[in-house]
């Protein structure tokens, strides 16, 4: 069984959202039915594989004792810079791990959904030691672990979001009126995945074996609407199981295909993943640059320059994350430099600050930001740059 996929998971995920109904319409609590559900459907999952359910349970014990570990610590030694980063550095060793391995032939920690459980336990010790987080105990933080609708591919919640929703009883009507927005949400990302995606699919398949330059081209374009139905459409059915469980989910796409411009793009297109990225890592970067006065011999530029430098290596880390293969690579990459130098036009060119924001110029923004996209997404399918 898959998460999302397949006759068997989609009966499951009917039986254990029915009964969550009925608690949510009768002002029950949902946390503990969630947790249980998860554990459930993820040994149904993982059962299969003996090694992923090994896996996945070595992750799992391995990221409490380190986050419980870390708070102890923290509690006691304060903002100890080193004992951060080497708890940091722990609980990013199994997705090291996983990345890593297959270059040498092995697969190690390589079960489904290691880097969206990754992404949370890094965002709970990243929190902790800022002070956000003070504490957490095991219920609290095994049903944020391994929430099933969103454990295999996210969207990424973030702990301080989703707790309060567990802890928190709907009233009737409150619940129905989510429980209604759920089943939208799942009806419409099966129409995305299961007729629209796969629909595309099938228009990719001719394009697949092709070698004419405009017909490469035309494969980078369709596999960029073909990716959004296929990614929406999980995300909206994930969004909306969450529901059912009392859970809002954030939103992972937001019409991605009428971005305005590159940044824009990035606040639309897998948006739970980008502003991770940007809160965790490029600000952090920004900030940290700041303080080490990175490029202060540019004098007024120093923070534009500063900022290049954190799209460079935030976009990096991104291509990275989705796999060594050179394509991915080459994409974060890419994307790093597409900001970076929308970075310097929206800072240094008196012709954007003149006509941002005329008619004319979005519409030419919007097609020029459409076309550079969707090179990108040819760069991340691998046609151009073969693993």
């Known amino acids: 069984m898959t998460y999302y996929e397949g006759m068997l998971f989609f009966l499951c995920l009917t039986v254990v959202l029915i009964p969550a109904l009925v608690l949510g319409s009768l002002e029950k609590p949902l946390g503990r039915y969630s947790l249980v559900v998860s554990l459930i459907i993820a040994l149904m999952v993982f059962g299969t594989d003996i090694l992923q359910l090994i896996y996945l349970a070595g992750f799992v014990l391995w990221s409490w004792l380190l986050v419980r570990r870390y708070l102890q610590i923290r509690e006691k030694m304060g903002r100890h810079a080193g004992l951060y980063r080497f708890s940091l550095l722990a609980a990013l060793v199994p997705l090291i791990l996983c990345k890593v391995s297959p270059l040498f032939h092995m697969n190690l ?28 105990n095991a ?25 309060p ?6 009233s009737k009507e409150e619940y129905q009126s989510l429980a209604a927005r759920g089943i939208w949400k799942l009806l419409l990302g099966a129409v995305y995945k299961f007729v629209l995606s796969a629909a595309v699919f099938h228009v990719l398949g001719y394009l697949q074996d092709a070698q004419a330059w405009y017909q490469i081209l035309a494969y980078g374009y369709v596999y960029g609407v073909y990716l959004f139905f296929d990614f929406a459409g999980y995300s909206l059915m994930a969004v909306g199981s969450s529901y059912f469980l009392g859970i809002e989910t954030p939103d992972n796409f ?21 502003h991770w990225f940007r809160d965790y ?16 011999n540019a004098g007024k530029d120093a923070r534009l320059w500063r900022a290049c430098c954190g799209f460079m290596v935030n976009m990096g880390i991104m291509g990275l994350w989705h796999g060594l293969s050179p394509a ?22 008196g012709f954007y600050k003149k006509n941002k924001d005329s008619r004319w110029y979005r519409v030419l923004s919007w097609a020029v930001t459409m076309q550079l996209v969707m090179f990108g997404f040819l760069i991340f399918s691998g046609r151009l740059i073969p693993a």
């Open 109 to 136: 920690f390589g079960f489904t959904g290691i880097s969206y459980l990754t992404f949370r336990t890094v965002q709970i010790i990243i929190e902790a030691y800022d002070g956000v987080i003070t504490q957490m």
């Open 139 to 163: 219920e609290e933080f095994f049903s944020f672990l391994l929430f099933f609708p969103t454990l295999s591919s996210g969207p990424i919640d973030r702990s301080r979001r989703f707790l």
């Open 165 to 170: 929703d567990r802890a928190r009883v709907l």
């Open 254 to 274: 937001r019409l991605p295909f009428l971005s305005a411009d590159i940044r824009d793009f990035w606040d639309r297109w897998h948006i739970s993943l980008s």
């Open 281 to 296: 890592i490029f600000t952090r970067l920004v900030m940290h640059g700041t303080r080490k006065k990175w490029f202060k």
């Open 328 to 349: 991915y690579i080459v994409y974060g990459l890419y994307h790093g430099i597409l900001l970076s130098v929308f970075e310097i036009y929206t800072k240094k060119c």
